[in-house]
């Protein structure tokens, strides 16, 4: 696998970039990564993960995390924004001390109706959640799906008359370790979920040996819906990179076009990644190097904005025209 991976040309880093770091949460807070995003009222609603209670010479001593929870920040151009006071979700201990955390939420909004999926760590293992909310402070969680699962991201409408997800389980027998692909599921309730399929696999993404899965919610376009993805490999000469002794993987967002009908159906696969690592902040400044991870998404006139988890550090955004991204995933074909 090459080391040299280059973002696509048509894709434009903020230079302001990162939009949103540690230092601009009044609680206690060390890494601001992995966002969700919806337009919300006059301006637009964040949701980002927060895990802290160390920084990098106490992580390197030995003294890890205290915990993780789930912040909003509220913003009226999309680029500078606000934290409220106090996180907005925290699963730590609950049911019984049974959940260790939630964590890497995305919004979708479907008929007016705000929803969060988002990661959540058992004993019992990795488990992919929805939940509904009217206000961003309070969720009830509508379905948990069976170990091990996670990256569940909502498409922002019913597709015939269902409602659909991108998800990525982890087949940790059958594949061998970390060896992950994304599937699409519908449901009738977004409670029970069911006739799923395979989307794409990790070999049809030419840079990732590693794991592929959804990124930001599927951004609906005239001519598909686009999905952005993480897409991983995974080298193990690399050494340390970050606060970790070791860190062989590199997080990069792909990007594929799925059918508007039939979104099991794959119309395109970029086969460059749409952002590789390349910015100080995405490779060298940070906890685990070498990541971007996308996670939302909004179309602002005929601009695609992204915004990502920078060496699961902060949150950085980039700007790309919305026909430009259409047209590298149907140059890349089908699967
Ligand atoms: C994954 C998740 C993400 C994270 C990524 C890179 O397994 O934990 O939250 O961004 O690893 O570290």
Not at 127 to 144: K, Q, V
Not at 184 to 197: A, E
Request: charged share 25%; hydrophobic share 35%.
């Amino acid at each position: 696998m090459s080391e040299n991976l280059k973002s696509l040309p048509c894709v434009k880093r903020y230079p302001g970039n990162p939009v949103l770091t540690a230092a601009d949460v009044p609680y206690p807070a060390s890494l601001v990564f992995n966002a969700g995003i919806i337009p919300w009222k006059d301006g637009y609603a964040m949701i980002f993960r927060n895990d802290y209670g160390t920084d990098q010479a106490a992580f390197e001593a030995g003294r890890g995390f205290r915990g993780t929870n789930i912040g909003l920040a509220l913003s009226r151009d999309g680029i500078h924004f606000e934290v409220e006071p106090e996180p907005v979700y925290d699963l730590s201990g609950a049911d019984g001390g049974e959940i260790g955390r939630a964590y890497d939420p995305r919004l979708t909004v479907i008929d007016g109706t705000v929803y969060m999926s988002f990661a959540v760590d058992t004993r019992h293992g990795l488990r992919g959640a929805i939940a509904r909310t009217e206000d961003l402070h309070h969720f009830e969680i509508l379905s948990m799906t069976v170990p091990d699962n996670r990256n569940i991201v909502l498409f922002p409408e019913k597709i015939g008359g269902k409602y659909v997800r991108l998800e990525r389980p982890m087949p940790v027998y059958s594949r061998g370790r970390d060896r992950f692909d994304m599937w699409l599921s519908d449901s009738p309730d977004l409670v029970y979920w069911g006739n799923s399929k395979l989307v794409a696999g990790v070999e049809d993404f030419p840079y990732a040996n590693d794991k592929i899965g959804p990124g930001a919610p599927p951004v609906k376009t005239d001519r598909g819906w686009l999905v952005i993805t993480h897409s991983v490999d995974r080298d193990n000469t690399r050494g340390k990179n970050g606060w970790e002794p070791k860190w062989p993987k590199r997080y990069s967002a792909g990007m594929l076009l799925l059918d508007l009908e039939d979104p099991s159906k794959v119309l395109g696969i970029c086969r460059e990644p749409l952002m590789a690592p390349e910015t100080d902040y995405e490779v060298k400044n940070g906890f685990r190097t070498n990541t971007i991870f996308a996670t939302g998404a909004i179309l602002v006139g005929d601009t695609l904005r992204i915004y990502y988890g920078a060496s699961d550090t902060v949150i950085a955004l980039a700007e790309a025209k919305i026909g430009d991204l259409v047209d590298a995933c149907l140059a890349g074909g089908p699967r």
